[in-house]
């Protein structure tokens, strides 16, 4: 049963007849009148999960109903033993674990470091793109600490001295998270990384990503060609897979055969086969479009281009018909293009194949509870330009000004909360293939992008702090303007 109030009375939602004996008890410790409302046993239940994110019929749960000073209380207490190989009545280690794995989820975060020192161990969250420390934990328990996720991730627990890689799938509540963890020996131990992916998570459309009005347009007309290739680039945790997955939601339909190699999967898309990648096995990117091309696919997405095998498999699959989206990882727009080259590609197929090219970088959003303006910031900001402008459709007077983060409970202090995009989108004019017959160099590239009516990733960023929506640092620290 659960419960909610109204009208001053206490009403408890139950399934059956059983119920009603206990609402008497349920009143009686509450000190109210407690009312019945039948609801189904699965309302119920779900209700409970959402409640206490807890769910006592999955075989491996990531939450313990134990506050964080009592257990930090037990975990010190271990130290005192001086047998380290004496494990009874060590559940405290395994409740810490699961404790710093759901409140990494709870805060969303993407990545837990577990990182030793000389004389204390340091776990740290990375929470939109910027690590915090959260625990300390005892030097004396960091050895059974470091174990106990290693036989999450079903990792060799006698092996020290080399790195591992393991992987696990937990649940929180109805949520299903999978962790990918990696250990990396160090002076003091080996320190870990846990990515979190939360397959749960809520899928974003392509207008909720922050593109500005213009280019979204241009990129949703890009989407709809039926052929040729299209390239999303940044460095790691930029947000190109988030954008591919918007793409892809947003061309996705029955008459289309959509396939993609991704590694690893990060969210399951309805109506779409995906392919993991697994290099052990001999599953590559380039063997797997090999056998994706078999299947008479219309839209292939490729997760990353990372060798000229693959880049050279893409490119054909984009020249004979079908529409191939990928990701590379470089700095801007422009170097996308040139780096084709670099793999060995020929100018020629690039300039056949290649539509655009889209990078794009993430930078924290002010938190809409506490940011207040910022007069100091606004005197010597550049302002956006006016062609930025003129093409987005945005009047000059509807700039809401300079914006600085202050910190309250709903952004846990930091006075950001979410991320936003900066992007920077070159569609391959005549020019542009020009210079890709010739071999033009990334500047000269860039170049021809904006005399085409290319925005720079640091114009975006201008714009976005004229709308209030992040910082001149945020902007800073992810582009050079």
């Known amino acids: 049963m659960i419960g909610f109030e109204r009208d001053g009375s206490l009403c408890v939602a139950v399934c059956d007849r059983d119920g009603y004996d206990h609402l008497d008890i349920v009143g009686r410790a509450l000190r109210q009148t407690a009312e019945p409302i039948l609801a189904t046993e699965a309302a119920i239940q779900k209700a409970i999960n959402v409640a206490y994110a807890d769910r006592s019929s999955q075989a491996q749960q990531v939450i313990d109903a134990i506050d964080r000073d009592t257990l930090l209380r037990e975990v010190n207490s271990l130290t005192s033993r001086e047998d380290l190989l004496d494990t009874e009545g060590r559940a405290p280690i395994i409740r810490l674990v699961n404790h710093l794995l759901f409140d990494a989820v709870k805060a969303g975060a993407s990545d837990v470091h577990i990182q030793p020192y000389e004389d204390r161990v340091i776990v740290r969250q990375r929470i939109d793109g910027v690590l915090f420390d959260s625990f300390e934990i005892p030097k004396a328990v960091q050895e059974e600490v470091l174990t106990r996720v290693k036989v999450l991730g079903k990792m060799n627990i006698a092996e020290k001295r080399l790195p591992q890689d393991g992987r696990a799938t937990v649940q929180l509540g ?19 990384v846990i990515r979190l992916l939360d397959k749960s998570a809520r899928l974003y459309t392509l207008g909720e990503l922050g593109m500005p009005p213009h280019y979204l347009d241009v990129f949703r007309q890009l989407i709809q060609r039926d052929h040729g290739m299209i390239l999303v680039t940044g460095p790691t945790g930029s947000g190109k897979s988030t954008t591919l997955y918007g793409a892809l939601q947003e061309i996705n339909s029955h008459d289309l055969n959509v396939l993609t190699l991704e590694d690893p999967i990060e969210y399951q898309l309805d109506g779409i086969s995906q392919t ?14 090999r056998s994706v091309l078999r299947q008479d696919p219309d839209i292939i997405m490729v997760g990353e281009i990372r060798d000229g095998e693959t880049a050279v498999m893409a490119i054909q699959a984009s020249l004979t018909g079908h529409l191939v989206f990928s990701t590379l990882h470089t700095n801007d727009a422009a170097s996308a293009v040139t780096r084709l080259l670099d793999l060995g590609i020929e100018p020629y197929l690039v300039s056949s194949s290649l539509v655009a090219s889209l990078a794009q970088r993430l930078v924290r959003r002010l938190c809409e509870e506490c940011k207040q303006p910022d007069s100091n910031r606004s005197a010597g900001l550049p302002r956006p330009p006016e062609s930025l402008l003129k093409d987005q459709g945005i009047d000059a007077a509807e700039l809401s000004g300079v914006y600085r983060p202050v910190g309250c409970d709903a952004c846990r202090g930091t006075g950001f909360r979410g991320r936003v995009g900066l992007f920077e989108l070159l569609v391959l004019d005549d020019a542009c293939r020009d210079l890709v017959q010739s071999r033009g160099n990334a500047s000269q590239m860039r170049d021809a992008g904006l005399a085409a009516g290319m925005h720079l990733l640091a114009t975006d960023g201008i714009l976005k702090i004229h709308q209030g929506v992040t910082t001149l640092d945020e902007v800073m620290r992810v582009t050079t303007l």
């Open 276 to 289: 993991q990648i697994n290099e052990k096995k001999g599953m590559t990117f380039a063997s797997g479009m």
């Open 174 to 192: 109805d949520r299903t998270v999978d962790l990918r963890i990696a250990s990396l020996p160090t002076s003091h131990n080996e320190r870990i």
